[in-house]
């Protein structure tokens, strides 16, 4: 196949634009094609990525062969009073398409980078809205090359996780609709836009929320300021000074962002007890 590489330099595909390369490199063009491919390459590991939104990959690549949508799969339609979206579409796309739509409550996705798949995933949200309030089925494939269908009660959203287990590749996203204003959409959009652009960085090389919060009492970046690891830096990695749960990329190796990520959880488990998660996936081989 012409969508498969060998040697694929990962760095392009990775938000801090680091990483080695992938031994194999997949990206489908539509459904038939990843469901041959999977049937095809039973055994195979595999690792599905978004827009690389959250992800750092490591400094010596990856063995496993990487899974990356192609553009069937970034399509977005309504149909019988349901948004049908493809999972490699952006959440911003989603919230644009929404709007445009005259379709409210999708506001907060204009605020979240990434793909609307990857969103699911991890319920991503922001400003008192999740995925969870949005989804009412997900489509996928696992890695036999099977469909596979998962109600909202079923995918069991919880903060930041759900039990999507990782042998399903999600393909498609069925929406609710919830019609509105088109001008109060978009003057609530506009509204959430400007506060992220106040409180979080922007055009620099990140990886996004670096650590979940604890609890919905607990800050991440309350816990890495108060051990003082906001003022770290290790080699080319430090947090950002707009907000100090933003790790910010200026060199050439993964390495210094891993480092710097192990020992923020440890100053905050020596100093509080707590053990802080990374949001941010890190991917291949130390």
Same mark, same amino acid.
């Given at each position: 196949m012409s969508n498969i590489k060998l040697n694929y330099n990962l760095s392009k595909n990775s938000w801090f634009g680091l990483?080695?390369?992938?031994?194999k490199?997949? #990206?489908?063009?539509?459904?038939?094609?990843?469901?041959?491919?999977?049937?095809n390459n039973l055994g195979e590991k595999l690792i599905t990525i978004g827009s690389g939104s959250n992800i750092l990959f490591?400094?010596?690549?990856?063995?496993?062969?990487?899974?990356?949508?192609g553009k069937e799969f970034q399509k977005i339609e309504i149909k019988n009073e349901k948004i049908y979206c493809g999972a490699a579409a952006l959440k911003s796309q989603l919230s644009k398409f929404a709007y445009e739509n005259s379709i409210k409550n999708y506001e907060f996705l204009s605020c979240i980078p990434g793909t609307v798949g990857g969103g699911v995933i991890m319920n991503a949200g922001c400003f008192n809205f999740e995925f969870r309030d949005i989804v009412i089925e997900v489509e996928g494939i696992n890695k036999k090359g099977d469909k596979i269908y998962m109600q909202n009660k079923e995918i069991e959203f919880d903060y930041r996780q759900t039990k999507i287990s990782e042998d399903i590749i999600i393909t498609k996203i069925i929406f609710k609709v919830?019609?509105?204003?088109?001008?109060?959409?978009?003057?609530?959009?506009?509204?959430?836009?400007?506060?992220? #652009?106040?409180?979080?960085? #922007?055009?620099?090389?990140?990886g996004g929320s670096t650590f979940k919060n604890p609890n919905f009492s607990l800050k991440a970046w309350e816990l890495i300021k108060k051990t003082g690891c906001d003022k770290k830096i290790i080699g080319n990695a430090k947090f950002s000074e707009s907000h100090c749960n933003f790790i910010e990329n200026n060199g050439t190796s993964s390495k210094d962002v891993e480092d710097l990520i192990h020992f923020t959880i440890s100053e905050v488990r020596k100093k509080f007890n707590i053990t802080l998660e990374p949001e941010i996936k890190i991917i291949g081989e130390k």
């Open positions: 990483g080695g390369a992938a031994k490199y997949f #990206s489908p063009s539509n459904e038939e094609e990843l469901i041959d491919y999977l049937k490591r400094d010596k690549g990856c063995l496993e062969t990487i899974i990356k949508l919830f019609k509105g204003d088109k001008n109060l959409i978009l003057e609530k959009t506009e509204k959430l836009k400007n506060k992220k #652009s106040i409180s979080q960085p #922007s055009k620099i090389k990140t």
